[in-house]
């Protein structure tokens, strides 16, 4: 999934009103934390998108854990519009996803102890 195909999908599911550059960044605090805690890469060489350069660019997550990029986005409008009962199901949907995803990734490529491992390698 790219950036562009996250955003439009959000949009589409989700109408609001924040800028396309608010939900890259948004973006970046889900990429940062798969890189960091599941990847395991160190945090200077995380990779940070901004839309307007990278909006073609493929995000890591292939599916079919790539709708937790639009879950993650569901989740940050719900908080950033004040509408915490909606963010609590929002982010309970995106931590049930991202669980699962965790859980195949260090089941199937167990990160610590392959260091530097990109995801989809073999």
Not at 104 to 111: N, S, V
Request: charged content about 25%; glycine content about 4%; aromatic content about 16%.
């Amino acid at each position: 999934m790219t950036v562009k195909q996250a955003i439009d999908s959000i949009d589409a599911l989700k109408p609001n009103a924040f800028s396309t550059d608010q939900k890259t960044a948004w973006l970046n605090v889900c990429e940062g934390k798969l890189q960091n805690e599941v990847l395991l890469w160190d945090p200077a060489e995380v990779v940070q998108y901004g839309y307007t350069a990278d909006k073609s660019k493929e995000m890591l997550l292939d599916p079919p854990y790539d709708h937790l990029y639009v879950d993650y986005l569901a989740a940050r409008i719900d908080l950033a519009n004040g509408e915490y009962e909606k963010y609590a199901n929002s982010q309970a949907f995106f931590s049930a996803g991202w669980q699962d995803f965790v859980r195949w990734f260090t089941a199937k490529y167990r990160p610590a102890d392959r260091p530097g491992l990109y995801y989809g390698e073999d």
